[in-house]
T-cell receptor, first 111, second 114 residues
Framework: KNEVEQSPQNLTAQEGEFITINCSYS?????LHWLQQHPGGGIVSLFM???GKKKHGRLIATINIQEKHSSLHITASHPRDSAVYIC?????????????FGTGTLLAVQP | DGGITQSPKYLFRKEGQNVTLSCEQN?????MYWYRQDPGQGLRLIYY???????QKGDIAEGYSVSREKKESFPLTVTSAQKNPTAFYLC?????????????FGNGTRLTVT
C-alpha cells in the first residue's frame, strides 16, 4: 500500500462543476502540499498546509490531521483547470525535508 | 522574473553515455532537489542539497551524481550505471527546507536513452 493515496486517478468534469480530489496518507506528517502539473510537464505549487483550510481564488484545500486526509476543491471548474493534481506529504520530525508524492489525479474539464 | 530553468527540454542519448542535465535558479534559494517522474508513479527524490558544496542521496541515487559548486546551480549527471535512465527529470528549489516554504519546480527535462 502506498503511503500517499489519491482518488480518483482520473476525473472528467463539465465546465462549471464543483470538483473534489482526495488525498489520504498513512504516515505522520508536518505539512501537505498540493501541486498542479500541466501537460508540458512543469509543476506549480498550489498549497502548503498543516492544518485547517486554505483558499486561493477558485481553489480550496482542507486537511484533517486526525483522519490523515486532505481534499482539494475546485469551484466553477474551467477547461484551463485541466491538469494533473499531485498531493505530497512532508514527513514529520528530522532535519530533512523529505516529500512523499502521490501518483496524481488527471483532471479533464470539458467545455 | 525569478524562477528555475532546466535545459534542455528534450535530450536523447545512446546507452552507455553519461549525460548532464542543467538546473539553474535565481530565487536565492538554499535548497535544491532532483526528482524523477515515471508513468504511474509519484515523483521520487534522486538527490538534494541544502547548502553549497553539500548534498545528500535521496531514495534512488544509484547511477546518478550531482554537484553544488554555486548556490544557483545544481546539475545532475545520469551515468551509464543507471539501469533505466529514460524518464522525466524535475529540478526544484525551496528556501532552507520546505517546511515553511513551497517548492518551486522547473519545467523538466525529458531524457530518452536508446
Amino acid at each position: 500500500k502506498n503511503e500517499v493515496e489519491q482518488s480518483p486517478q482520473n476525473l472528467t468534469a463539465q465546465e462549471g462543476e464543483f470538483i473534489t480530489i482526495n488525498c489520504s496518507y498513512s504516515v505522520g506528517i508536518s505539512a501537505l502540499h498540493w501541486l498542479q502539473q500541466h501537460p508540458g510537464g512543469g509543476i506549480v505549487s498550489l498549497f502548503m498546509l498543516s492544518s485547517g483550510k486554505k483558499k486561493h481564488g477558485r481553489l480550496i484545500a482542507t486537511i484533517n490531521i486526525q483522519e490523515k486526509h486532505s481534499s482539494l476543491h475546485i469551484t466553477a471548474s474551467h477547461p484551463r483547470d485541466s491538469a494533473v493534481y499531485i498531493c505530497a506529504v512532508e514527513l514529520g520530525g528530522g532535519a530533512t525535508n523529505k516529500l512523499i508524492f502521490g501518483t496524481g489525479t488527471l483532471l479533464a474539464v470539458q467545455p | 522574473d525569478g524562477g528555475i530553468t532546466q535545459s534542455p527540454k528534450y535530450l536523447f542519448r545512446k546507452e552507455g553515455q553519461n549525460v548532464t542535465l542543467s538546473c539553474e535558479q535565481n530565487l536565492n534559494h538554499d535548497a535544491m532537489y532532483w526528482y524523477r517522474q515515471d508513468p504511474g508513479q509519484g515523483l521520487r527524490l534522486i538527490y538534494y542539497s541544502q547548502i553549497v558544496n553539500d548534498f545528500q542521496k535521496g531514495d534512488i541515487a544509484e547511477g546518478y551524481s550531482v554537484s553544488r559548486e554555486k548556490k544557483e546551480s545544481f546539475p545532475l549527471t545520469v551515468t551509464s550505471a543507471q539501469k533505466n535512465p529514460t524518464a522525466f527529470y524535475l529540478c526544484a528549489s525551496s528556501m532552507a527546507g520546505t517546511r515553511n516554504s513551497p517548492l518551486h519546480f522547473g519545467n523538466g527535462t525529458r531524457l530518452t536513452v536508446t
